[in-house]
């Protein structure tokens, strides 16, 4: 007979702790990525968004690995369905949206990197053009 005995006090109490530990990192994670808005990698890419997810995740099945309580296992629950919000949010609104490309741009003249003047016809005339638009963030 299999019997799974009554989880001791002090072990109930580090699961507690790790599972209210994860709530609290799940919460911060977002504000992580704000913090980092000055790194362009981390901006771009989330990562101590990701990671601190990951770390809340980590906690939360540490905590319901071995804890029947219910509302512990409900955490888990509560931090899968925050990472498929996060995946869903970070994939979804990072997509451009969808516009009409024009076949041909409008003729303009604007200055070279030497300040003479450049007109797209002209540039046309003598063969295929590719137009580059560098940020000015510098």
């Known amino acids: ?7 001791t006090e002090p072990a109930a109490r580090r699961r507690t702790a ?7 990192v799940l919460v911060l994670a977002p504000f992580t990525w704000l913090w980092t808005l000055d790194q362009p990698f981390l901006r771009a890419s989330g990562l101590t ?5 990951a770390v809340a995740l980590a906690l939360a ?6 804890d029947r309580r219910g509302w512990v296992r409900a955490i888990v629950v509560v931090q899968l369905g ?3 919000l996060f ?3 970070f994939f ?9 490309v024009p076949q041909r741009a409008v003729d303009f003249t ?6 003479r003047p450049v007109t797209l016809a002209d540039e046309l005339a003598k063969g295929p053009v590719l137009l580059v638009f560098f940020r000015g963030h510098w």
């Open 49 to 53: 968004a990701w990671v601190g997810i």
């Open 110 to 115: 604007l200055p070279d990197q030497e300040g």
């Open 82 to 84: 925050a990472l498929a």
């Open 18 to 24: 790790l599972a209210l530990l994860s709530l609290v």
């Open 87 to 89: 995946v869903w949010g």
């Open 92 to 100: 979804g609104f990072a997509r451009l949206p969808a516009t009409a």
């Open 61 to 66: 099945f540490a905590a319901a690995r071995v």
């Open 1 to 7: 007979m299999n019997t799974v005995s009554a989880p």
